[in-house]
């Protein structure tokens, strides 16, 4: 069975465009999570989709957005970059909502803002 | 709110020896505690996954426990190899918060 894929893998942007990361779960997988990593933040929760619907959004602004389509993949978009956009950016799929079940997560997308 | 500390931040050994990580977490109503692994640069690999309801899952030469009495999970590894090096992290779900990842302790083991 396929794992959690993620693209595009590397991206570079300047500072006021705006991004967008795709997540394909693993078949049968109904529920995606986004989270973004930092060297001084660790991992952060940034939200939570099942049956395209939003269930968990973390503290970020509202220039992160994301939604999750009938095929249960899922994108997230970032406007107006900032320098501290810079990050690795996870999706994690379980089979169900809430994160009770084991996530299985994706390689990440890099995104750099210049 | 749950918060997940691992201590400590970096570890180095030598080939062959047996270690622990270690997993603190502030909310014991906990409802299970996941350790994964991740290479620089490349995502999360989970490695085991503790129910609340249990006290330690197996997994080759990793054991992992959780005791939510104390807060405190461990990985342990047993005769520890240099493809092993990597880091590991923890991540505790409350049911009312999402996924909450410690900070993670940077291993390396050396040949």
């Known amino acids: 069975k396929a794992g959690v894929t993620q693209t595009p893998r590397y991206l570079i942007k300047t500072r006021g465009q705006q991004v967008t990361l795709s997540c394909s779960p693993i078949?049968?997988?109904?529920?995606v999570s986004w989270y973004q990593q930092t060297p001084g933040q660790g991992l952060q929760f940034l939200f939570e989709?099942?049956?395209?619907?939003?269930?968990n959004k973390g503290n970020f602004p509202g220039r992160f957005s994301g939604r999750q389509f009938s095929n249960s993949r899922s994108e997230m978009n970032v406007s107006t970059l900032e320098l501290g956009d810079s990050a690795l950016y996870l999706c994690?799929?379980?089979?169900?909502?809430?994160?009770?079940?084991?996530?299985?997560f994706g390689p990440g997308t890099r995104l750099t803002v210049t | 709110k749950q918060e997940v500390t691992q201590i400590p931040a970096a570890l180095s050994v030598p080939e062959g020896e047996n270690l622990v990580l270690n997993c603190s977490f502030t909310?014991?109503?906990?409802?299970?505690l996941q350790w994964f692994r991740q290479d620089p640069g490349k995502g999360l690999t989970s490695l085991l996954l503790?129910?609340?309801?249990?006290r330690e899952q197996t997994s080759g030469r990793l054991n992992a426990s959780l005791d939510k009495s104390s807060g405190r999970s461990t990985l342990y590894i047993a005769a520890s190899q240099p493809g092993d090096s990597a880091t590991y992290l923890c991540?505790?779900?409350?049911?009312?918060?999402?996924?909450?990842f410690g900070k993670g302790t940077r291993l390396s083991v050396i040949a």
């Open positions: 994690a799929s379980s089979p169900e909502p809430g994160q009770v079940y084991e996530q299985y």
């Open positions: 078949s049968g997988h109904r529920s």
């Open positions: 989709y099942f049956s395209e619907t939003q269930r």
């Open positions: 909310d014991s109503a906990i409802y299970n």
């Open positions: 503790i129910q609340s309801s249990q």
């Open positions: 991540a505790g779900y409350s049911g009312n918060t999402p996924l909450v």
